[in-house]
């Protein structure tokens, strides 16, 4: 199973390096915690379609 890092990384989501790839990892995490399931499916599956 693929850590979250490897993930982001994988998917190419971040371009810019203004924000340490850490606290972007964490931003993330902290979004799908306090999102609703249905939510964070839906922002995983755009994450996977490439947008």
Known sequence: ?????????????????KVSFEVKILGIATCIQ???????ARILSLASSGL
Do not use: P
């Open 1 to 17: 199973m693929l850590m979250v890092r490897e993930i982001v990384e994988e998917l190419k989501v971040f371009e810019r390096n």
């Open 34 to 40: 306090m999102s609703s399931l249905g939510r964070t």
